[in-house]
Nanobody, 117 residues
């Protein structure tokens, strides 16, 4: 069974950094497109960052220059390095993995990121 397990969320002050991790199991990691989404209360789910099987990367405009998505095949893990965090980054962050656009993706359990002074 395919499983995505997230970790790394927490409470930080503005300007600080966090790194989220998403460990996959039950499927070959290097055939997956990996993405990070976030959803704050009362808001729509937003694509934050995405990295394809070929290494192509996309970011939401709101996080460009601050967030970095990466993947480590040896550890079957995707990461989201978040620098210079702002209060508006506060959200539940979800890891997403898919084989293709025509198939249903798998989702992590979500991890809370809170940025507050």
């Amino acid at each position: 069974q395919v499983q995505l397990v997230e970790s790394g969320g927490g409470l930080v002050e503005p300007g600080e950094s966090l790194t989220l991790s998403c460990v996959t199991s039950g499927i070959t990691f290097n055939i997956l497109t990996m993405s990070w989404y976030r959803q704050a209360p009362g808001s729509q789910r937003e694509l934050v960052a995405q990295i394809s099987t070929s290494g192509s990367i996309n970011y939401a405009d709101s996080v460009k220059g601050r967030f970095t998505i990466s993947r480590d095949t040896a550890r079957n893990t995707a990461y989201l390095q978040m620098n210079n965090l702002k209060p508006e980054d506060t959200s539940v962050y979800y890891c997403n993995a898919r084989l293709s656009r025509s198939r249903e993706p798998w989702w992590g359990q979500g991890t809370q990121v809170t940025v507050s002074s």
